[in-house]
């Protein structure tokens, strides 16, 4: 499985990101790597994270692949409150934390809160197969300056 993560430059694997800050699925102190299953879709998640008007420099893409026999789960989205998607839900951040704790597999596919009907893919930095998950040299990332007024 292919999946592209942009992010700053000094976060681009790590999932230290995540820990410091938190995310919609995970609480701050837990590590997870957050990717998509394209670019565009990675950029769109990316961007309606930016603070408005905040056009970051240090902005990097990143390739990776899952090979075919590392097992991958897939959330499935009516087990979701109605509207998950409007609010970072403390419920979501719970079942991250405990996915990302129990080590059952080292990728799962999550719905897009940004674009319904799309996939995004956390990645468990903790879990035995995290090292068969392989990330390219990061590219720079600049997002079109006419995205931003």
Known sequence: MRFWRICRRRYAADGEGARLYGGRWNSRGIRVVYASTSLALAAVET??????NLRPADLVSIEGHLPETVEVARLDP???PATWY???DESLRRFGDEWIKARNTVALLVPSAAIRGEWNVLLNPAHPDFSRVKFQES???EFDARMFP
């Not at 961007?47 to 408005?52: C, D, H, Q, S």
């Open 47 to 52: 961007f309606v994270n930016l603070e408005p």
């Open 78 to 80: 009516t087990d979701l």
């Open 86 to 88: 409007m609010t970072r």
């Open 139 to 141: 590219q720079v990332f």
